[in-house]
Antibody, heavy 119, light 110 residues
Framework: QVQLQESGPGLVKPSQTLSLTCTVS??????????WSWIRQHPGKGLEWIGY???????YYNPSLKSRVTISVDTSKNQFSLNLNSVTAADTAMYYC???????????WGQGTLVTVSS | QSALTQPASVSGSPGQSITISCTGT?????????VSWYQQHPGKAPKLMIYEVNNRPSGVPDRFSGSKSGNTASLTISGLQAEDEADYYC??????????FGGGTKLTVL
């Protein structure tokens, strides 16, 4: 059973870069045709898809965040990462990493990590 | 403001059936059979309940069902149980944004 775990700083200053890592266990990140995604949830609000990296390395981002987002993968560590630059308070959210059942349908989620943007 | 519109709250008594609607546009729900529903308990990650309009992942009770008509998708929970009390979110492919979510519906079991 695949498991995902997010890690990274819980506090980021405005204008800096938010960097998170998702460690995958119970399966290889480059086996199978999976989309590895980042999704966030603002406090008390709904979900927002950020982007994904496919097992081939192809990435796709939410157009509303595309200019600030980079998702990458480190197969040697069985991890994938999120970088979101030029953050503001509006980027304060719970950040989840997830793996799909079928494209853009996620049946494996990390527990989430809360990131606060504040000086 | 979310791309898909859900009622803020619904409620029902144990054993009853409830339906949660999810209204989109001609750019998402109407044209794609890729509607999903997630259940989220407080402090927990979302859990997939329905995908591709009416498919249940293994382990999801058959009390949960999905449907779609026009711009609106629906999640129906029959035989309501106390543990069904949670927030529910719909999602759909979108021609403009790849994937969009609803704002969420809080289900209260009375």
């Amino acid at each position: 059973q695949v498991q995902l775990q997010e890690s990274g700083p819980g506090l980021v200053k405005p204008s800096q870069t938010l960097s998170l890592t998702c460690t995958v266990s119970g399966g290889s990140i480059n086996s199978g045709d999976y989309y590895w995604s980042w999704i966030r949830q603002h406090p008390g609000k709904g979900l927002e898809w950020i982007g994904y990296i496919y097992s081939s390395g192809t990435t796709y981002y939410n157009p509303s965040l595309k200019s600030r987002v980079t998702i990458s993968v480190d197969t040697s560590k069985n991890q994938f990462s999120l970088n979101l630059n030029s953050v503001t308070a509006a980027d304060t959210a719970m950040y989840y990493c997830a793996r799909d059942l079928s494209p853009m349908v996620w049946n494996h989620w990390g527990q989430g990590t809360l990131v606060t943007v504040s000086s | 403001q979310s791309a898909l519109t859900q009622p803020a709250s619904v409620s029902g008594s144990p054993g009853q059936s409830i339906t949660i609607s999810c209204t989109g546009t001609s750019s998402d729900i109407r044209v794609y059979n890729y509607v999903s529903w997630y259940q989220q308990h407080p402090g927990k990650a979302p859990k997939l309940m329905i995908y591709e309009v009416n498919n249940r992942p293994s382990g999801v009770p058959d009390r949960f069902s999905g449907s779609k008509s026009g711009n609106t998708a629906s999640l129906t929970i029959s035989g309501l149980q106390a543990e069904d009390e949670a927030d529910y979110y719909c999602s759909s492919y979108s021609s403009s944004s790849i994937l969009v979510f609803g704002g969420g519906t809080k289900l209260t079991v009375l």
